[in-house]
């Protein structure tokens, strides 16, 4: 239409435009206007163009809304017909997308495995918790390949709460945390990063891990990590896993050391003996643990040098008194100032603290003092 009206009215530059306030219109300069025939009816004069509408157009228009319309209805009744029929598959459609799901989870399951090394652990009725080089399965994919350091662990009857010390960035939470994915992994039916894993299924899996306030609540960091904890405690189980990361940390060191040695004592000596990893900075519960039964100490290895100390990430049998929080500070780039009087002031507390003692192997009812 609008190459016909060109030829017909020899304007060139005439157009045929739609917009939704005017619909179809022919547009032309007002230079042309003049090659504009009487039967045109005009719909809009601007500064430069002037538009018009015909007979012939307004039809077209017609034709094309009225297509429009019939378009949408045949699309609605589409749409129901189709809503309709999938209503009614719905229960087998629901089936299939599990189906699908559980295959999708399987085929993931096998792409890791394959992919990392996973091994397949050993469901058992009875016997140890046991997992031989037991890696991360997150920390382990971010960090180049083969660097990440395994760790074993074994929790039975006789040691089923192990106490973990060591220094700051150590690998402690991570070891307290791989070994709960681990379970889960194995119980969710995946095979596991590790070596070797063996394990009677738990029912309950805790952790009282990281801090940070509820503000929403108006509990504070301490308030926040003492509800979990409690909620931890009031709801274990004969098969429960626990995880506890620094208790304590959120309040006075002395309310602190008391808090984590009573949480310790607590789990230790409960009936349902729950399978415990309690890593702590308190170097203090570990000087008494030989006398509370289940309980034994594991720690992370470091390597001393005058240029600093090494991380090895390797946890071992035995305790620590050193956190290395000061080197710690220094690789976070503290200023050197403030490096050199922090270490005269451990210097003073360490002095204080060794003119008071704490006797090994003590009974609890008879230690006082743990400073």
Sequence with gaps: YQERLKLELDIKTLKVS????????????RAQSNKIPESFIRRQTLVQQERYITKELQEFEEKCLFAEDTLKKLEENALRFLI???????????????????????????????????????????????IEEGRHPLVETLMPYKSFIPNSLCLNDTNRLALITGPNMGGKSTYIRQSALIILMAQMGCFVPAKRVELVPFDRIFSRIGAHDDLYRGQSTFMVEMAETAEILNNLTYRSFVILDEIGRGTSTYDGISIAWSVLEFLAQSVKKPRTLFATHYSELTDCMGEIEGVFNLKVLVKESLSGILFSYKL??????????????????????????AMDILKTYEKQRSSKPVQKGCSLKEQIVIF
């Design 18 to 29: 739609f917009t939704r306030a005017f619909g179809y219109y022919i547009e032309v300069s």
């Design 84 to 130: 309709e029929r999938v209503l009614k598959e719905l229960p087998l459609l629901k089936k299939i997308a599990q189906s699908v799901a559980w295959i999708d989870v399987y085929t993931a399951f096998v792409r890791i495995a394959q992919k990392e090394g996973y091994v397949c652990p050993k469901i058992l009725h009875q016997g140890p918790f046991v």
């Design 316 to 341: 071992v049998e035995g305790s620590t008194d050193k956190s290395y929080g000061i080197h710690v500070a220094k690789l976070a780039g503290l200023p050197p100032q403030i490096i050199s009087r």
